[in-house]
């Protein structure tokens, strides 16, 4: 017994089909794929709507005051894309998922793991240069929330917030990345359980069922005591 706890793997130490209010993680990541789907499509609506009107919805160089316009039609139409990509990922993490297809959960995966990657260098950036919070307060607009009372804290202070705040985003980001990654695997077991395996022999071809269905075959009948029929 004990043997057999060593031998485990992290990968499998870490498996688990349930996720966050006690559903299955396929039906967690049914449901992560159409939230992220819905608000990129939220998104790519609001970034519709400003190429329409540029004129309402573009911001001047004055208004933030800095030499760079961030809300150009080029940077628009780039962000665009990107939506437009993130709903076809999300899309095929749904399917997949839905449809019990590994393939389709990969470039989701891949998203998440990329996302999380980058929100770690910049909780390293902020430990490295924490004097970059300040120079971004000093960038935003004089009529910002409570633009003053944030910038007279410290910079250790500042950090702190920061990093505790981006901490907690990572957790959470990792859970669901866990969660993923555990709907890709039940995928790819449940997948690699119904393929049906042929043994060949020198004269007859034998069709073995999958692992499940041989499970819920119910074992036949035990034959009559001898006592019973001899009499």
């Known amino acids: 017994m004990f043997t057999d706890k060593m031998m485990v793997s992290p990968w499998d130490r870490w498996y688990s089909t349930s996720c966050c209010l006690c559903c299955h993680v396929r039906t967690g990541t049914i449901i992560l794929g159409v939230w992220y789907m819905l608000i990129n499509a939220v998104v790519l609506l609001i970034l519709l709507t400003a190429l329409s009107d540029p004129e309402k919805y573009h911001l001047t160089s004055a208004e933030l005051a800095n030499d760079l316009d961030v809300m150009d ?27 019990l297809r590994a393939a389709w959960i990969i470039p989701f ?3 998440q793991l990329f996302d999380f990657a980058l929100n770690t260098l910049v ?4 430990v490295v240069y924490p004097n970059t919070i300040q120079d971004y307060l000093q960038q935003l607009p004089d009529n910002f929330p409570y633009k003053e009372e944030v910038a007279a804290l410290s910079n250790v202070c500042l950090a702190f917030i920061v990093l505790l705040f981006i901490g907690c985003i990572l957790g959470f980001k990792a859970y669901l990345i866990a969660c993923v990654w555990n709907c890709y695997r039940y995928v790819n077991g449940r997948g690699g359980s119904e393929i049906l395996l042929y043994v060949t022999t020198n004269d007859t071809t034998v069709l073995i069922p999958p692992y499940d269905d041989n499970v819920s075959v119910p074992p036949k009948q035990a034959p009559p005591p001898c006592a019973a029929a001899t009499a």
């Not at 628009?76 to 839905?98: D, K, R, V």
């Not at 909780?123 to 902020?126: P, R, Y």
Request: aromatic share 12%.
């Open 109 to 111: 995966f891949c998203y």
């Open 73 to 99: 039609d080029a940077n628009m139409c780039i962000a665009s894309a990107i939506s437009l990509l993130m709903i076809l990922i999300c899309g095929m993490a749904t399917y997949g998922a839905y449809k």
């Open 123 to 126: 909780a390293v950036s902020i």
